[in-house]
């Protein structure tokens, strides 16, 4: 069933990005002026926003005509919102977010996006304390753990703080980010049980009958949150999982390339209402972020 709904999704999202551009693309072939020339795009600080940045110190927004201010956003959901209100022209998104807004899911409002900004890019990481847990379910070979590592290395692990009582409790970015299903993916096939979403029921917090609890954090906040012992573990993108590396408090175990291979991660979204009203900014600032 998880695979099942993997491959859906993966269709799904190759479908609306295809679609998208094939209606700017055949509705514009021959762009004016743009129509807005000062813009304002929100980002979360993530190695994949990277399009973004360079097609700002490279002047190629600029080039264009546009005049761009890129601006940190606190979390997904802020993102998203502001986008809908029109606070942000558009902005470095979850490749799950058009979709999950066009269908309803948390804000509804059609976002649409003409360019997917990377593929892969996240990892999951556990503390250095589950880590040393886990380790001797590990197989190795010459002295070094065998990747891709599976998460029935850490089935051991949840059984054992569910003996004691203990949630065992873990970090994914946002409920339609493809962290989520990776996350899930990964656990559900080493044993462990991701939990349930019953939305119709009013339950939205994909915990019924998991052995492990996943809850949103932003993805700066990752390190710190795993290090306050608040999690145990997360699937980020990165510079957040190299972040526990370099801070000494955790060890990344597998990365999404081994879970979905070439997944689509983050795409560059905006609103249809202002796609529909500045049609020549849009394919300008495709443009700048393509080169």
Excluded at 50 to 66: C, H, T, V
Excluded at 167 to 178: A, D, L, W
Excluded at 181 to 187: C, Q
Excluded at 246 to 252: A, D, R, S, T, W
Aim: charged content about 20%; aromatic content about 10%; glycine content about 10%.
């Amino acid at each position: 069933m998880g695979r099942f709904l993997l491959t859906k999704f993966k269709a799904t999202i190759a479908r609306l990005v295809v679609c998208t551009v094939g209606i700017i693309t055949a509705a514009n072939l021959h762009a004016g002026e743009p129509e807005k020339e000062d813009l304002k795009f929100g980002f979360i600080k993530l190695t994949d926003m990277a399009p973004l940045a360079i097609a700002y110190e490279k002047q190629y927004f600029e080039d264009e005509g546009l005049y761009v201010t890129l601006e940190a956003q606190a979390n997904w959901k802020v993102l998203l919102d502001r986008v809908i209100d029109g606070e942000l022209d558009g902005a470095h998104m979850l490749a799950g977010q058009p979709l999950g807004a066009t269908i309803g899911f948390g804000t509804e409002a059609h976002i649409i996006t003409a360019f997917s900004m990377d593929l892969n890019g996240n990892g999951i990481t556990v503390s250095n304390d589950i880590w040393a847990q886990m380790k001797k379910n590990v197989e190795h070979k010459d002295g070094k753990p065998v990747h891709p590592i599976s998460a029935s290395a850490l089935k051991p692990v949840v059984e054992s703080y569910k003996k004691q009582g203990k949630p065992f409790k873990m970090g994914m970015v946002f409920p339609v980010s493809t962290h989520n299903y990776e996350l899930r993916y990964w656990l559900a096939a080493g044993g462990i049980h991701p939990g349930f979403y019953a939305p119709l029921t009013g339950d939205i917090s994909g915990n019924i009958k998991a052995d492990a609890l996943l809850s949103v954090t932003p993805p700066p906040q990752m390190p710190a949150t795993m290090e306050a012992g608040t999690i145990y573990g997360y699937c980020v993108g990165e510079p957040w999982n190299q972040q526990a590396v370099f801070k000494g408090i955790g060890v990344p175990v597998i990365t999404d390339y081994e879970i979905w291979k070439n997944n689509p991660e983050k795409v560059f979204g905006v609103s249809k209402e202002w796609a529909d009203k500045y049609p020549n900014t849009h394919i300008a600032v495709v443009k700048a972020l393509i080169r």
